[in-house]
């Protein structure tokens, strides 16, 4: 059994940084995957980021783009999610996912029933 820990959400301006935390405990990863997703009130999950284990390989949403960064420490396994230049738009729950096999294919790192365990979520709020 895998159980995720986030942390490091809180209240930030607008424009500035948070770096998020996903710790997994239960079972070494190797060959699966790490993902983040977020969700707003009242509107869907959305997916945000993803990383291979193996590789380090990264995958990104269109929003996020060029403003997070996610990386991963795999002696330590966990997974980070660097946000600069935040908006207010990005306030959400952001949640961390793992996948425990490696995916055949991109597309699935960007969805979240291809992921087998889920994180509590930490709270981003990005305020004007």
Do not use: H
């Not at 380090?56 to 783009?65: A, I, L, R």
Request: hydrophobic share 30%; with cysteine.
């Amino acid at each position: 059994q895998v159980q995720l820990v986030e942390s490091g959400g809180g209240l930030v301006q607008a424009g500035g940084s948070l770096r998020l935390s996903c710790a997994a405990s239960g079972r070494t990863f190797s060959s699966g995957a790490m993902g983040w997703f977020r969700q707003a009130p009242g509107k869907e999950r959305d997916f945000v980021a993803a990383i291979t284990w193996s590789g380090g390989n990264t995958y990104y949403g269109d929003s996020v783009k060029g403003r997070f960064t996610v990386s991963r420490d795999n002696a330590k396994n966990t997974v980070y999610l660097q946000m600069n230049s935040l908006k207010p738009e990005d306030t959400a729950v952001y949640y961390c996912a793992a996948r425990d096999s490696r995916p055949q294919y991109v597309v699935m790192l960007k969805r979240g029933s291809d992921y087998n365990y889920w994180g509590q979520g930490t709270q981003v709020t990005v305020s004007s």
